[in-house]
DNA sequence: TATATTAGCAACCGATTGGTTTCACAATTA
DNA sequence: TAATTGTGAAACCAATCGGTTGCTAATATA
């Protein structure tokens, strides 16, 4: 089954579960307690998530660690890029205030 | 109905009409004249990125003009940042970050 | 070896999706 | 005024979605 980044981050689960193993890889049991669902209905999202490449997985024993490939969460910022221009353009102003504070700090 | 950007952003028709009018304003049966599908079906497209304010109507006469609310595609840019961060650091650096905190783990 | 744990798969279900055709209505134009 | 044009809404349809329950396979543990 075709699998698209931004059919996977439509559902709101989802997205949760990208947050939740940002940090830390995790197994589909222990990211399932985050959630008022059942284990399987967890393990359905992290397989969409893994058939378009935001998750992998990493068997250890019988347990699946998943986490999360940073790289393809690029590809979403890379659709996004050229509307950024945009705003960042409202906001160069303030932009440039914050740059020149983090300097200051520094 | 509750509107969600991130539903919105999912249909990859969705996309197009935003790419289509981020550069300007345009009427319904212009923009479906790029789609192969009937107006109707364009309008529904409308309609949804209408409601969670992607797109802005302006009426004039019998026409309505379409036009895209950078600030609204912003809301996405939101959700990604604190992972931007991540793909920020050069890769093999963060590669190693990663697999030591594994180590560590273990 | 027997039992418990971890995980994915299959079948089913109601709701939603994206599409179509048909229709209604307001604004322009002949 | 009558016909045309631009648009949205309604009704319908097949496909998909997110969820459930029940099952099987593999690994760990008593």
Not at 46 to 65: N, P, S
Request: with cysteine; aromatic share 8%.
């Amino acid at each position: 089954m075709r699998r698209d980044v931004f059919q996977a981050i439509a559902d709101p689960t989802r997205r949760a579960i990208i947050t939740l193993i940002a940090f830390q890889a995790m197994t589909p049991n222990a990211i399932a307690d985050n959630f008022h669902t059942t284990r399987q209905a967890v393990s359905k999202h992290l397989r969409i998530l893994t058939e378009c490449a935001l998750l992998k997985q990493e068997q250890q024993g019988r347990e699946i660690y998943y986490s999360l490939d940073i790289a393809k969460m690029k590809e979403i910022d890379t659709w996004l890029a050229p509307f950024k221009k945009s705003w960042e353009i409202k906001f160069d102003q303030l932009d440039h205030v914050l740059s020149t504070l983090k300097k200051q700090r520094k």
